[in-house]
């Protein structure tokens, strides 16, 4: 069939589409190109619009203009390159050795600044709040200003408490310090001191060899009663007052006060002594006369009338560390605690002094037992094991690393036992136990390898 009568579409003759043009001449080779009538190459309708960059839609073009071909050359300048020639080097191309990738000789601070050119806007924002973020936070705690933070009555409420620590300076009335009390002194004052720069607390340290003479007996242990009252004056933005012997260390200075006591006071402490009574006092008093609190085994039930918090150890009430609270009926307690007559007439059968004396108040005085609680003694004043040790070890006294005991007496202690032993071995006790993680990984891993290779043990 030919195809020359056909009517071309292309002037001059011949057809646009190559295979209507091919010879029939008996050749058996397709020819290398195309030609069209006048002897021009023949080009695709397509292929013209595609170079011509024309799309059909003027309005609307991607070309060159997606995430990859903008960032095509900020991306692989990133890349490392291989170096060819370490590779395969010429004397030894047909055995590959060792080659190594190498990136742009860039300093470190240019990679940074190509990095944060990289960026967007929003994340560059992002990144800015949280290096703000960081910086306040170590800032804080590096700073007083946590302590100021917790110490302002309304944010930590740190002013309300006040420690008084008792002090032998000078030693006794007859009897002068060694160097075990003094160590002993001043690793009490140093914690004391370490747990109130935590909180926001105030520290009082009183000196007991400062005697206060009344008629004319020297009331040695009696002036807790005085340092209280001067304390209350000297503070009085405080509302507690919290009372330490010097032979006490607070073993866990994670815990504050809010957090352990006040802040759930009602659910820690317990106010009919029923539950813990040592001294078999009868609780509570049944005279008719009474009014229906002094009668009743709780008081008014109410955590906001409790005035006195105090433990029980085994032989009755611990005044080694021991709460009192702002208040009238505080400063009615302490004048009568103080009163001289009753010191006069009893302070020769008193073994234990104050302590005694505040035992015979509390029983003999309805209204002190309305504003009186007790908390668990391993709460705030817990025994070494040497201590109240007649019936063996006692879950209710003695301290319990397992449980993380917050505060060890060491009461008794210069009666036959070691103060400075116990005092060291506590302190270091709670030094492991609150050893932040930097801590744990130089004592417990570093020290410990040191040891292995070397035999020798190294504190870090």
């Not at 105090?310 to 080694?320: E, P």
Request: proline share 6%.
């Amino acid at each position: 069939m030919s195809l020359s009568r056909s009517p071309s579409p292309v002037p001059g003759g011949g057809w646009s589409s190559p295979g209507l043009n091919i010879s029939t001449s008996g050749r058996s080779s397709p020819t290398r190109g195309y030609s069209g009538a006048n002897g021009t190459p023949v080009m695709w309708e397509s292929a013209r619009q595609k170079r011509a960059g024309d799309s059909g839609y003027p309005s609307f073009s991607t070309q060159n203009k997606g995430f990859f071909t903008r960032h095509m050359r900020r991306l692989s300048s990133s890349l490392p390159r291989f170096n060819a020639g370490s590779f395969y080097p010429d004397e030894k191309k047909d055995k590959p050795s060792t080659g190594s990738w190498s990136g742009p000789n860039v300093p470190l601070l240019g990679r940074l600044r190509g990095i944060m050119a990289r960026m967007g806007r929003k994340m560059k924002i992002r990144l800015m709040i949280l290096l703000l973020f960081i910086l306040s936070i170590i800032l804080f705690y590096s700073t007083p200003l946590v302590y100021y933070w917790r110490r302002t009555s309304w944010l930590g409420g740190g002013e309300k408490f006040v420690i008084i620590l008792a002090a032998n300076v000078g030693g006794g009335v007859m009897e002068w310090k060694g160097a075990r009390e003094w160590a002993i002194e001043r690793d009490s004052v140093r914690n004391k001191k370490k747990y109130v720069g935590t909180w926001g607390y105030d520290l009082e340290i009183v000196d007991m060899s400062t005697k206060k003479r009344y008629a004319h007996e020297w009331r040695e242990s009696w002036e807790k009663v005085d340092f209280i009252r001067s304390s209350l004056r000297k503070y009085p933005k405080a509302e507690w007052i919290w009372w330490l012997d010097l032979n006490t260390f607070i073993m866990e200075p994670n815990y504050s006060l809010q957090d352990h006591i006040f802040s759930n006071l009602e659910k820690h402490v317990y106010r009919d002594i029923n539950e813990y009574n040592p001294l078999n006092i009868t609780h509570p008093i049944s005279d008719p006369f009474l009014d229906a609190e002094s009668r009743s085994p709780v008081g008014d039930g109410n955590p906001n009338s409790i005035n006195l918090i105090l433990s029980q150890d085994c032989s009755g009430f611990n005044l080694g560390s021991f709460f009192v609270r702002r208040s009238p009926w505080i400063d009615r307690l302490l004048d009568v605690w103080w009163d001289p007559v009753a010191y006069e007439q009893k302070h020769m059968e008193w073994e234990h002094k104050e302590q005694d004396a505040l035992e015979q108040l509390y029983t003999t005085q309805p209204w002190i037992r309305k504003h009186t609680a007790f908390l668990p003694q391993r709460m705030i004043n817990s025994f070494p094991t040497g201590a109240c040790s007649e019936n063996g070890n006692d879950t209710r006294i003695h301290y319990d690393k397992k449980d993380r005991d917050f505060l060890v007496n060491m009461a008794g202690c210069e009666w036959g036992r070691d103060c400075w032993g116990e005092m060291y071995s506590f302190r270091e006790l709670s030094y492991y136990l609150n050893r932040n993680p930097w801590e744990r990984f130089k004592e417990d891993l570093v020290a410990v390898i040191w040891y292995k290779l070397t035999g020798r043990k190294v504190k870090l």
